[in-house]
């Protein structure tokens, strides 16, 4: 399972993960499942939404 990467906020921000919260909250009410994860590499939060992959049944 993969991620899309739907915004990036800076984890140094005064606000903290708040705008990335928000962001995505107003994906939720949009329809769009996304979620906060925080990624230590680049020091930021990230809005994204998972990915399901596609199974052939086979």
């Given at each position: 399972?993969?991620?899309?990467?739907?915004?990036?906020?800076?984890?140094g921000?005064?606000r903290?993960s708040?705008?990335?919260?928000?962001?995505?909250?107003?994906?939720?009410?949009?329809?769009v499942?996304?979620?906060?994860v925080?990624?230590?590499?680049?020091?930021?939060?990230?809005v994204?939404?998972?990915?399901?992959?596609a199974?052939?049944?086979?």
């Open positions: 399972m993969g991620r899309v990467v739907l915004e990036r906020f800076p984890a921000s005064p903290g708040w705008p990335a919260e928000e962001y995505a909250a107003e994906r939720m009410r949009q329809g499942p996304a979620e906060v925080m990624d230590l590499a680049t020091d930021a939060f990230l994204v939404v998972r990915q399901r992959e199974h052939s049944g086979h």
